[in-house]
């Protein structure tokens, strides 16, 4: 897991086409691919292989906060269009009644979802550029990097030594500065079964599926030959419910060209309860942060699955954004807890360097040396006014000795 901490200056990206030149309330994973291989590059490796970054979504204490499932919404009871039967206590009486997450989504899954807000962002003037929107600084975001565990471990050093970064639209203009965190370092994990007759699967990030004939498709059934395909299981599923949004991509990216015919997406929330036709439970672990689909580098495609817990029932009119989001506003708490997240990851980068320096210094000391002949205090106070000003002289000083009178 990475963390992004918004700086000083605002994170821009632009959303095209959007009234108002909007940005995205994430960071997409296009944006966090561009990037890693710029640090890849930087530490000369030759074969980048396979990399996948989810879009980055923002975090609540280190957790990513996902997007709210297009299911959890206020459901019109229709008999001849039912989809799902009805949950454990609704009343079947009322023509108009919501179902929660708890009805639907294992804990696990439910979790991420307790508090999902929408980012706090700001209006910014680009000189001979107009008007445009952006995220404000302040907030932290959390994505994750899919690769070989090599590249990995070298994206991570990276960050490590190389914790500020500018990433997005406008950089040249003095936007888009974070600080770089990472959270989380898994290598491939041993897989696990998670056995499940009925499970739901939840669309994390915009989907591009392609139908037979190489067209964009959003219909659900192609989306399931995807899920076949991953549990390699042909013909053994099929659908019970459905509750898909379309998202219309614009992206300059594409192949079709910023020209060409808008794109049309399975939109992040989309979800589908899938059973086996024959009544055996299947295992439906490969399906935990897998990715299907086109443009799966750029962030596109990512998917969840879970046991589904009980059952409910589907024909709904989508919530207003009033009922399901929280509006984020950042506080001195807010302000105050990330300044102190940036403060422990330059503290830490900064010890680390004073400390490489004690090491390649030892030789001078077992030569009889004094301390003060080859003492770096120049370049260490160069350190500390590139990274931690506010630091004591003596705390520097004591991460020097302990290297060197450590052994």
């Given amino acids: ?98 179902v929660g997450l708890s009805a639907a989504f294992a804990p696990s899954f439910e979790g991420k979802l307790l508090k999902y807000t929408t980012p706090e962002t700001e209006h910014i003037a680009v000189k001979d550029k107009g008007m445009f929107d952006a995220l404000s600084p302040g907030q932290t975001f959390c994505g994750r990097i899919y690769a070989d565990d090599s590249l990995i471990r070298a994206i991570a050093e990276y960050i490590k030594d190389n914790p500020y970064a500018f990433i997005g639209e406008l950089t040249q203009e003095g936007y888009g500065e974070v600080l770089l965190s990472v959270t989380g370092l898994n290598e491939a994990e041993i897989a696990a079964e998670l056995p499940a007759r009925v499970f739901d699967v939840c669309c994390v990030s915009d989907t591009l599926i392609l139908n037979d004939d190489g067209m964009a498709s959003c219909k659900a059934e192609y989306l399931l030959n995807e899920i076949e395909y991953i549990l390699k299981c042909p013909g053994r599923l099929m659908i019970e419910g459905r509750y898909t949004n379309v998202y219309r991509d614009y992206s300059k990216n594409l192949r079709w060209g910023a020209d060409g015919a808008v794109v049309r997406c399975m939109e992040k929330g989309s979800v589908l309860r899938v059973r086996t036709i024959d009544g055996d439970p299947i295992d439906i672990y490969p399906l935990r942060n897998c990715f299907v689909g086109e443009r799966t580098e750029d962030g596109f495609g990512e998917l969840l699955a879970y046991p589904a817990r009980g059952q409910y029932y589907r024909h709904a009119e989508k919530l207003p954004v009033s009922m399901y989001q929280i509006d984020y506003s950042l506080s001195l708490r807010d302000i105050s807890v990330g300044a102190d997240f940036a403060k422990d990851v330059i503290k830490s980068v900064l010890k680390r360097r004073i400390q490489a320096l004690a090491i390649a210094d030892r030789v001078e000391m077992e030569s009889g040396a004094s301390l003060d002949d080859f003492f770096p205090k120049e370049l260490i106070l160069e350190m500390k006014e590139l990274l931690l000003p506010d630091i004591s002289d003596e705390t520097l000083k004591m991460w020097y000795l302990e290297v060197l009178e450590g052994e």
Avoid: H, W
Avoid at 42 to 47: E, S, T
Avoid at 51 to 63: F, L
């Fill in 1 to 98: 897991m990475i963390r992004l901490f918004l700086k000083r200056n605002i994170l821009c990206f632009q959303a095209p086409y959007e009234e108002g030149e909007k940005t995205y309330l994430y960071i997409p994973g296009a944006v966090a691919a561009a990037f890693v291989r710029s640090c890849l590059q930087d530490k000369n490796v030759a074969d980048m292989g396979s990399i996948r970054c989810s879009n980055a979504y923002i975090s609540d204490g280190g957790v990513r906060l996902l997007p709210v499932p297009a299911c959890d919404a206020v459901v019109k009871l229709d008999k001849e269009q039912l989809r799902y039967r009805l949950a454990y206590g609704k009343d079947p009486e009322r023509v108009e009644q919501e």
